[in-house]
């Protein structure tokens, strides 16, 4: 029996975002496998709260612990964190509680893996391999510099462009050093293209790639479409590049639609914080947070996926394409998946080509059909979890015989 310790940075309650879902899905890989005894360390933070009473719910199938985290972003905070040199994404998820909290764990469960989920988890790979024996294996879902020096060139305002290129710096080195440093014994990337990133940045120890996977009986098709056609989009707008792609289509490629097609309809999904203000055009709904993803999206057509900036790989198109939708996504926003332009989504990366694309989808059910049938049978070949499920457990396998022989 394989012992793994999972790190969460956040409480993957409601699953509302990819970087939820992408937890939730490994999460429950290796609590469902039988050669796996699963614990976890979780981060509940100030800026994904979830109510306490909830929590058992989520890790209702594993030794679990949490400890509070404040890791909001303040203009203080940001301003402080320009004179020590940190990269201020990370350092809002230091605790001492934490840590304290983790010490704790490694000698309760007694871990051979500890898996760190996500960048900001990383911060306690030292206290980890100073405290324990366990193999570390960081699951990276994004490269996080190149991530943000996307979202800095994307930036139209100066001075948070300034400071978000400087950021990026920072993250940049610290995932330099980590990868370098050797206390990491393995990494897990979502996409191959992530993976090649890593060993140009100097990691030399395993490396696995596993994608964002879905359960297929979850995920049925949508066999009845909405008439007429309508647009969607959905992910939270905390997530920079979600806010910055979704600006960039309404102020410059929406309009173009409704110019061409008077009756086209964009449904909007996801968190929206307080701070960001949608602009209001006519044809577009805000629905905000939806009570079920899976739901809201069968009920739509075409999934936009506009993103000027990210890495990784975007699950809400895995999951669009699970339930038969048409896609049309910028080259960056289907980066990591094994699709294809014209058989699996369209492929847009100016305003215009976005525009013309999308006036393809919506004036063509037959077009849509087939992108949709097209997508679906990609993500039964390649995205269905129990295709993916026994790789990830055999990698974690493998790395921990790697760990010398205690006396």
């Not at 943000?148 to 978000?164: N, P």
């Not at 699996?344 to 992108?371: C, G, I, K, P």
Request: hydrophobic share 45%; net charge positive; glycine share 6%.
């Amino acid at each position: 029996m394989l012992r793994v310790l999972i790190l969460h940075p956040r409480i993957p309650f409601q699953l509302y975002d990819g970087g939820a879902l992408a937890m939730r899905r490994v999460y429950r890989m290796l609590c469902g496998h039988p050669a796996c005894s699963v614990g976890v360390v979780a981060m509940n933070t100030r800026r994904h709260w979830v109510e306490p009473s909830k929590i058992e719910s989520v890790y209702a199938r594993t030794l679990s612990w949490w400890v509070p985290v404040d890791n909001r972003i303040t203009l203080t905070g940001a301003f402080w964190n320009l004179l020590n040199g940190t990269p201020y994404h990370l350092s809002r998820f230091w605790s001492r509680a934490y840590a304290s909290t983790l010490e704790r764990a490694l000698s309760e469960f007694n871990p051979d893996v500890v898996f760190f989920e996500g960048l900001p988890t990383t911060l306690y790979v030292k206290l980890v391999a100073e405290r324990s024996s366990a193999v570390c294996v960081y699951r990276a879902h994004n490269i996080e510099h190149l991530l943000w020096e996307r979202v800095a060139a994307a930036e139209r305002t100066l001075a948070k462009r300034l400071y978000l290129r400087e950021q990026a710096r920072r993250l940049a080195t610290y995932e330099q050093t980590l990868f370098r440093e050797g206390r990491l014994d393995g990494i897990v990337t979502i996409t191959a293209e992530d993976a090649t990133l890593c060993r140009m940045m100097g990691f030399s120890g395993r490396l696995c790639t596993i994608p964002f996977s879905v359960d297929l009986e979850d995920y049925q098709p949508a066999l009845e479409q909405p008439e007429p056609p309508t647009l969607f989009h959905i992910g939270s707008l905390s997530w920079e590049p979600n806010r910055q792609g979704l600006e960039w289509f309404l102020r410059e490629i929406f309009p173009r639609v409704r110019d061409r097609v008077p009756w086209a309809t964009f449904h909007v999904a996801g968190a929206v914080p307080p701070n960001v203000k949608l602009p209001a055009y006519e044809g577009v709904v805000v629905h905000g947070v939806v009570p079920d993803a899976r739901t809201f999206m069968q009920n739509q057509s075409i999934l936009v996926v506009p993103l000027l900036s990210g890495s990784g790989i975007r699950s809400k198109i895995i999951e669009a394409m699970a339930v038969g939708k048409a896609v049309v996504s910028t080259s960056i926003g289907a980066e990591g998946i094994e699709c294809t332009d014209g058989i699996h989504y369209l492929r847009a990366d100016t305003a215009e080509a976005f525009a013309d694309a999308v006036v393809r989808l919506l004036t063509s059910r037959s077009l849509m059909r087939q992108l949709g049938q097209n997508a679906r049978r990609l993500v039964e070949e390649r995205y269905s979890t129990e295709r993916i499920r026994d790789e990830l457990v055999q990698f974690l396998f493998d790395v921990a015989a790697t760990r010398p022989a205690t006396a």
